[in-house]
């Protein structure tokens, strides 16, 4: 399998930059996807997006379904945005959005697998730069080599990525209420 730099495949930027913290603002038109927001599998809480008031908010930082969202500081995490919520949905600053640029060398999902994959964690650890948190610059992520395998291996990656994050789910939720019925049943 052929590793390339990742500034082959993807088109790599920033979120929106704002300027200090996202302002909530229930009523406005522009959705924000934050670090948070990233949980476990690869996937987005998206009932967690919050709402915020942006004007003429540039094409270049709206999401794309199929793009790959990648936690730049502190728990580096990366996740899949496929178009939910839907609407003009950005990124915040401390996110880096990395965009297949040909569909035929790469299935959008698969840098979201490499990303949380041990192998993965483990390259983004040898790019990371240690200041008061871990950090991810853009400019060595660019220049980052990933392993590209054909694209019905990436498929199956990305298949085998998904039901393994829905059974990690379906298991916590289990244990959830099985702790719940104990604690209802033994509570006197």
Known sequence: MDSVSLSDIAVVRSGFPFRGKVEVVASGGVFVVQPKDIIEGGTLDVGGIVRSKISNVKTDYVLHAGD???????????????????????????LLVLR??????????????????????????????????????????????????????????????????????????????????VSHHTHV
């Open 68 to 94: 790959t969202l990648l936690a730049a500081r502190g728990r580096i995490a990366a996740a899949n945005y496929l178009g939910q919520p839907s609407g003009v949905c950005v990124a915040s600053g401390s």
């Open 100 to 181: 297949s640029k040909s569909t035929d060398q790469l299935i959008p999902g698969y840098l979201t697998v490499f990303f949380n994959s041990d192998y993965g964690q483990s390259c983004l650890t040898r790019i990371v730069s240690q200041t008061t948190a871990t950090f991810v610059s853009r400019s060595d992520l660019m220049y980052l080599k990933v392993p590209l395998p054909d694209l019905e291996l990436q498929m199956r990656l990305i298949t085998m990525a998904r039901s393994t994050a829905r059974y990690a789910s379906l298991t916590r939720r289990r244990t959830a209420l099985m702790n719940s019925l």
